[in-house]
Every structure is written in structure tokens, then in C-alpha cells.
């Protein structure tokens, strides 16, 4: 298989995962089960980390975008929220993976913490332009979100790390 052919089925079954994965987190858990396993953030960091960082911005926009048109799911005002937020994660993890070659578990934990970060600051400025001063209610939300999803930051750890070195030595065989 050629490069491009790989990246090509690599991004179409990453954003198939990126949508069957949350719906079949939300059937065995219920509506909270994706805010706890963060399903749409670990194809977008494997995403960025696998194919690089356009690829991760895309399929990370992009999977929150399909979900939302297909089941009406993350519901609209969490929409542009998680758009901005999942593909950071694609991003950050793709920059910090491929074009600075950092370890795997380093790109992680930066991936991790610049898409918390954007999704903080999307919430910041959501707030002001709604002139909601209340910043211990943004906090909350925030802190909230954090612990809510400590399950799934653990499993991504768990799954990120071994599943990107595997495939990358099967994107590079010829």
C-alpha cells in the first residue's frame, strides 16, 4: 500500500472509531459514560500521534461534527466546545509527536493538557461574551469535566502508547 493510500484508511477508520466508539460507550454506560472515557479524545490524539498533525485537527473537528449530524450528539451548545477541544488533541499530539519527535508518553501528556486547556479557554471566552463574570462557576465546570474524566485520561494510557508504536511500524512498512 502506498503512504497516502495508508493515510487515507488510517484517517477514514480513525473517524469511524471516533464516531462508533462514543455510541457504544453512551449504549453500555449511559449519557455520562463519553464525558468519563473520553472516547472521541483518544482517536484524535492516536490520530495526530499516528498521521500527523493536520490529520489529527481534522479527524478531531471533524468527529464531534459527524456525531452531532448523525445522532444529535454532543448536544449543540456543547458542540463548538468539543470541536475546539478534540481537535486540539489531534493537533497538540501530532505537533508534539511527529514534528518534534517526542516520545510517545511526553506527546500524551502534552496532547492532554492543551486540549484541557483550549477547552478552558473556549469556556473563559464563551463566558465574557455572554458577560458572565461568575468565574468560580467556569471553575467548577472545569474541575468537574477534569475529574468526571479521569477514567479515560487512565485509559488512555493504558491504550495510547502501546496501540501508536504498534501501528507506526505497520504505517511504515511498505
Known amino acids: 500500500m502506498k503512504k ?11 473517524l469511524a472509531l471516533g464516531i462508533a466508539l462514543p455510541h457504544l460507550a453512551h449504549s453500555l454506560g449511559g449519557q455520562t459514560a463519553g464525558a468519563m472515557w473520553l472516547p472521541m479524545h483518544l482517536v484524535a490524539i492516536l490520530a495526530g500521534m499516528l498521521l500527523g498533525p493536520l490529520v489529527g485537527l481534522g479527524v478531531g473537528a471533524a468527529t464531534p461534527l459527524l456525531r452531532f449530524f448523525i445522532f444529535g450528539m454532543p448536544p449543540m ?5 468539543m470541536v475546539l477541544e ?3 488533541y489531534g493537533l497538540f499530539a501530532g505537533l508534539c ?23 478552558m479557554l473556549s469556556l473563559f471566552v464563551a ?11 467556569a471553575t467548577a465546570v472545569i474541575t468537574s469535566e477534569l475529574i468526571t474524566g479521569l477514567p479515560g485520561i487512565v485509559l488512555q494510557w493504558a491504550v495510547i502508547p502501546p496501540v501508536t508504536r ?7 512498512k511498505k
Open 166 to 172: 504498534r501501528l507506526l511500524l505497520f504505517l511504515k
Open 97 to 119: 509527536r511527529k514534528q518534534t519527535k517526542m516520545p510517545v508518553w511526553a506527546s500524551l501528556l502534552l496532547s492532554q493538557v492543551a486540549g484541557r486547556g483550549v477547552r
Open 4 to 14: 497516502s493510500t495508508k493515510t487515507i484508511t488510517f484517517t477514514a477508520l480513525l
Open 127 to 137: 463566558a465574557r461574551l455572554l458577560n458572565m463574570t461568575n468565574v468560580a462557576a
Open 77 to 81: 451548545p456543547l458542540l463548538w466546545f
Open 86 to 88: 478534540v481537535a486540539a
